[in-house]
Every structure is written in C-alpha cells, then in structure tokens.
C-alpha cells in the first residue's frame, strides 16, 4: 500500500526540549512539506522540499529545522526556539513539481507542550 | 500573491438537505483550484480540483465545485448531505509562486444534524 506516514500519532514535549516529527511516503514523490495546522486558521506552510538535499523555508519556518537525505523521509525538528509548538503537525508529498498535481497528506502528529 | 478566504467558519445543516460552501481567491496569475476533506483528527483528503476545460468539477462522495473566473469564486455544492459528510472543508489555490506552492483558506466545518 502506498502512502504517507506519520508518527507518532500524539506527542508530548516539556518546554524547552526540542522533538523531532516523522514522515515518511513510499509513493515515489519529489516534493514533500511540512504544515502546522491550529483552530480556525487554516494549513500553514513550515518548510518544504522539491529534491533531495535542497528545502526551503515557507510561510513559518522560525522554530523549525528539517532534513531531507533520502527521497522517502523528510523529518520536521520543534525547536525550543517555537514560542507555541502546540498544533496539529501535517505532513504531505507531491509527484513532480507542476502547480496541479495533487498533494497526498499524512495523518498527522498533535503535539502539547506540557 | 494569493490568498483564499473561506465566508463561513461553520455550516449547521440538517440530513438530506442541500449545501454550498462558499469560496473566493485573489491572485494576479491564472490558478488551480482544489477543495480537500479532513474528518477528525486526519490527514486531507483531495475531493476535487479544477486545473482547466469544463468549470463545474465533480468530485468524490457526490460533491461537485463552479469555477467563477469573474467572481473568483469556487464554491462547493452538494444535494443532499449525509451525517458522514460531517467534517472540516479546506478550499486551496495554486498559482505561479515558486515552488508552486498551496495556499490554503481557513476552513469551512460542516455540521450535518439528523
């Protein structure tokens, strides 16, 4: 079965610790990104990547790190620098780069900062 | 730049009726047009998109989307909704941004009442 995963399903983080957010696909995909998603604002853009060993920063990148060494994984680090990680974290992936193509979303980790 | 505004934050329907859930964009570029389905605590799921041709899309599960170039608009329509319709309803656009990036509204929460 092809698809996105992501894990863990719920994630509890002390302030001040950084935690690290899986994703993973076996679909193929080029592009992959990263969302954080909070009550009535909509998906916002964190980071995404295009290729291996290349990502750029997206709408709300401060607090975050991410690496992209192989094609299937694209890994997303809070930092203790993100003043308010609580969120719904989601991850996506897209076969090739056109403006058309469909973004296929994982399940999503809920981080709470205790 | 482009942006997606999504009029209503929640839509409390009764079983069986009919429903629209209102979307508009701006962009200064010609757009690809898609409405995805979340259920809770999921991931998205694509219900449609409108890339070009015909402007009334169907999609899955019975819905169906008008592209509106004058009025910029995309709404999403369905004739007669189910309880299991009940979920959270995102409206995105692609444009020609780098990466070509999605940009997402708010959301729209559907609430189907038997």
């Known amino acids: 079965d092809g698809g996105i995963t992501q894990s863990p399903k719920y994630l509890f983080r002390k302030e001040g610790q950084n935690v690290t957010l899986s994703c993973e696909q076996n679909?193929?995909?080029?592009?992959m990104y990263w969302y954080r998603q909070d009550p009535g604002q909509g998906l916002r853009l964190i980071y995404y990547?295009?290729?291996?060993?290349d990502f750029q920063k997206g709408d709300i990148a401060e607090g975050y790190s991410v690496s992209r060494e192989k094609k299937e994984s694209f890994p997303l680090t809070v930092t203790s620098a993100q003043k308010n990680p609580t969120a719904f974290y989601l991850c996506?992936?897209?076969w090739g780069g056109g403006r058309g193509n469909e973004q296929f979303f994982g399940p999503g980790t809920r981080l709470t900062v205790l | 730049a482009q942006s997606v505004t999504q009029l209503d934050s929640q839509v409390p329907v009764f079983e069986e009726a009919p429903v629209e859930l209102r979307c508009n964009y701006s962009?200064?570029?010609?757009?690809?047009l898609f409405w995805y389905v979340q259920y809770p605590n999921q991931g998205l799921q694509l219900l449609l998109k409108?890339?070009?041709?015909?402007?009334l899309v169907k999609g899955i599960n019975g819905f169906e989307a008008e592209f509106n170039k004058s009025q910029t608009s995309f709404h999403l329509r369905k004739p007669s909704v189910h309880i299991s319709d009940t979920a959270e309803y995102f409206c995105?656009?692609?444009?020609?941004?780098?990466?070509?990036?999605?940009?997402f509204g708010g959301g729209t929460r559907l609430m189907v009442k038997p």
């Open positions: 995105a656009v692609s444009g020609n941004n780098a990466g070509n990036m999605l940009t």
């Open positions: 990547s295009q290729i291996v060993n």
């Open positions: 679909l193929n995909h080029d592009a």
């Open positions: 962009s200064s570029v010609s757009v690809y």
């Open positions: 409108y890339l070009s041709g015909s402007t």
């Open positions: 996506a992936s897209k």
